[in-house]
C-alpha cells in the first residue's frame, strides 16, 4: 500500500516506468533528458510541476493526485474555512473545491485503519475531516465491519 505520509516521487515514477514497459528512448526523446538525466529524476525525492506533468503525460498517471490525496488526509481544510461567507471580501480568486475526491488507496487507507484498530470510525472520520456517511457507506460497500 502507497505511503501517501511520505511521498517519494522519483520511485513511484520509477515504478510506473517498470509497469508501464516504456522505452528508456522514447522517455529521454518525451523528456529531452539524457539516461543519466532520467535517472538523476528517477532518484530525487521531488521533481519540479512542469517535469511531473511531462510524466504524466508520458505515463499516462496523474501523479499530482498523490499529493491531493496527501492533503485530503493530513492537511484537511480547517473547519473556519468551511464557515466562510460565500461574499467575503477576502476570498481567494483561485477555484475552490467543494468536495474532496477519494481514491480507492485512500478508502482503503481509512478501512484499514479501522479493521486493524489503529484507529476508530470516530478517530478516522476527526483526524481526516472525511464526513460520517461518507465513511459508513464506505464499510457498507467494502465490507469492512471496523470498530
Known amino acids: 500500500m502507497l505511503n501517501f505520509k511520505n511521498i517519494h516521487i522519483g520511485n513511484l515514477i520509477g515504478q510506473q516506468v517498470a509497469e508501464s514497459g516504456t522505452d528508456m528512448s522514447r522517455i529521454c526523446n518525451f523528456m529531452n533528458c539524457t539516461e543519466d538525466e ?29 499529493y491531493s490525496q496527501h492533503l485530503i488526509l493530513f492537511a484537511p481544510p480547517a473547519a473556519r474555512h468551511k464557515k466562510q461567507e460565500k461574499h467575503d471580501p477576502h476570498k481567494s480568486a483561485l477555484p475552490q473545491f467543494r468536495k474532496s475526491i477519494y481514491s480507492k488507496e485512500v478508502i482503503d487507507f481509512c478501512l484499514e485503519q479501522i479493521a ?32
Not at 40 to 51: C, G, Q, R, V, Y
Not at 55 to 64: N, P
Open 38 to 66: 532520467i535517472k538523476k529524476m528517477l532518484s530525487s525525492e521531488n521533481l519540479p510541476t512542469d517535469i511531473l506533468l511531462k510524466w504524466s503525460k508520458l505515463l499516462e498517471y496523474d501523479f499530482f493526485r498523490l
Open 116 to 147: 486493524t484498530g489503529k484507529m476508530t470510525k470516530n478517530k478516522v472520520i476527526e483526524r481526516y475531516c472525511i464526513p460520517k456517511t461518507t465513511l459508513y457507506k464506505w464499510i457498507s460497500k467494502y465490507g469492512n465491519s471496523g470498530n
